[in-house]
């Protein structure tokens, strides 16, 4: 069987040459909770006490939010991080952002999004969904929503790489991962969770 990466070194190849560049493409695991989770607080206080909106719309919102998250989360691992271009300098950005991940894969400080990409990543799709939502007030809650959702999938992706869970639903979400990792990585797409792996059938049907 193919070897699907380079070492299972808790630090990878050096990708910059400079120094500032390098320190900035390494991040740790508690950075996200760090940044995201005053911005997931802010716009709950935004939707409850400001918007004024009511505790139905408001939970309808939350779950909308988390819902698009997995199904935003499984797209873009498939069809962005996992495609392969051909020119050679878009293949080492797709190095950089993903392809290092897949070569030294227990990376401590390469298993979470650096700030310099999930903070545009995440503003994008704030004003996105404020333009689309019915009123601009929901995009609070479904919004804050949503961003628990990638910090769920970005600290779970530390954990599942790192901690080793003895049983339950974490066990059963590492095993879909590792099988990503070290059988197949055009399978398993889903960090968070396998549903989209089997509605759109990338799941591994029962392989250990």
């Known amino acids: ?3 699907n ?3 299972n070194s808790q630090e990878s190849v050096r990708m910059f040459k400079s ?13 996200p909770i760090i940044i995201y989770l005053p911005v997931v607080l802010y ?13 139905g719309r408001i939970l309808v919102l939350l779950v909308s939010g988390l819902f698009i ?3 935003t989360e499984y797209v873009l691992h498939r069809f962005v991080f996992h495609f392969v271009p051909k020119a050679e300098w878009a293949l080492r950005l797709h190095f950089i952002f993903h392809g290092v991940h897949h070569d030294y894969p227990s990376d401590k400080k390469r298993l979470v ?9 995440a503003l994008g799709f704030f ?7 019915p009123q601009h007030e929901d995009v609070y809650a479904f919004f804050a929503s949503f961003i628990s959702g990638y910090l769920v999938y970005d600290i779970g992706h530390y954990a599942i790489h790192h901690f080793n869970f003895k049983g339950g639903i974490w066990k059963s979400i590492k095993k879909h991962h590792m099988l990503h990792h070290y059988q197949d990585p055009t399978k398993g797409y889903g960090v968070s969770s396998a549903l989209w792996d089997k509605v759109f ?3 591994f049907e029962g392989q250990k």
């Open 1 to 3: 069987m193919k070897k």
């Open 201 to 203: 059938r990338s799941d």
């Open 69 to 71: 998250w997995t199904f």
């Open 127 to 133: 004003f996105l969904f404020r333009a689309i939502l």
């Open 113 to 121: 999004m650096p700030p310099s990409a999930s903070i545009p990543l």
């Open 19 to 31: 120094s500032l560049l390098e320190s900035l493409s390494k991040v740790h695991f508690f950075v």
């Open 43 to 55: 716009c709950l206080y935004m939707a409850i006490f400001d918007a004024h909106q009511s505790v």
């Open 5 to 7: 990466y380079v070492s």
